[in-house]
């Protein structure tokens, strides 16, 4: 119980570990949260670096409009090739 006399004894006044006491989970929460924290952090680190397995690959159709915004290919060449990616 906290009383005003046990301020200041002990690391957290005798509740280490986030409250969470020195039981099996005492341990056990506070690894997991870091845990995950850490995962967390390097997931979005490697999504947002491009080139990667784990980015989002680019489509043909992609491609494409990359290429007719380049000028790489005319309006014929880009309608030809549209309406053969999205004949589905």
């Known amino acids: 119980m ?25 341990w056990m929460l506070p690894l997991l949260f870091w845990g995950l924290i850490i995962y967390g952090v390097i997931s979005i680190i490697r999504r947002l670096i491009p080139g990667n397995k784990f980015s989002k690959p680019e489509s043909a159709l992609d491609i494409l409009k990359k290429r007719y915004a380049s000028g790489e290919i005319n309006d014929q060449e880009f309608s030809e090739m549209k309406s053969v990616l999205t004949s589905d």
């Open 2 to 26: 906290w009383h005003s006399a046990n301020l200041g004894e002990g690391f957290c006044n005798g509740a280490s570990f986030f409250g969470f006491g020195h039981g099996f989970f005492g």
